[in-house]
């Protein structure tokens, strides 16, 4: 499947790749947390460049369950 048939079909579905990948780095983060590890190892095994990117999005995900 193309990369524009895959968004479009994402996209007549409600969803979006980002949205995707956001839910998933979210559970596998809470997964990560719950054995120990540190933020920094977090943020690389989810693919985050940088601990503050990883540190951002939680923030973000704490204020959408609040």
């Known amino acids: 499947m193309s990369c524009s048939k895959l968004y479009r079909q994402l996209k007549?579905?409600?969803s979006s790749y980002s949205?995707?990948?956001?839910?998933?780095?979210?559970?596998?983060?809470?997964?990560?947390?719950?054995?120990?590890m540190g933020d920094s190892n977090i943020a690389?095994?989810?693919?985050f460049q940088e601990a503050a990117s990883n540190y951002?999005?939680?923030?973000?995900?704490?204020?959408?369950?609040?």
């Open 19 to 36: 949205n995707i990948l956001d839910q998933v780095r979210q559970k596998d983060a809470g997964k990560y947390k719950s054995t120990g």
């Open 12 to 14: 007549s579905e409600g």
């Open 44 to 47: 690389i095994n989810l693919g």
């Open 56 to 66: 951002k999005t939680r923030k973000r995900w704490q204020q959408k369950i609040t």
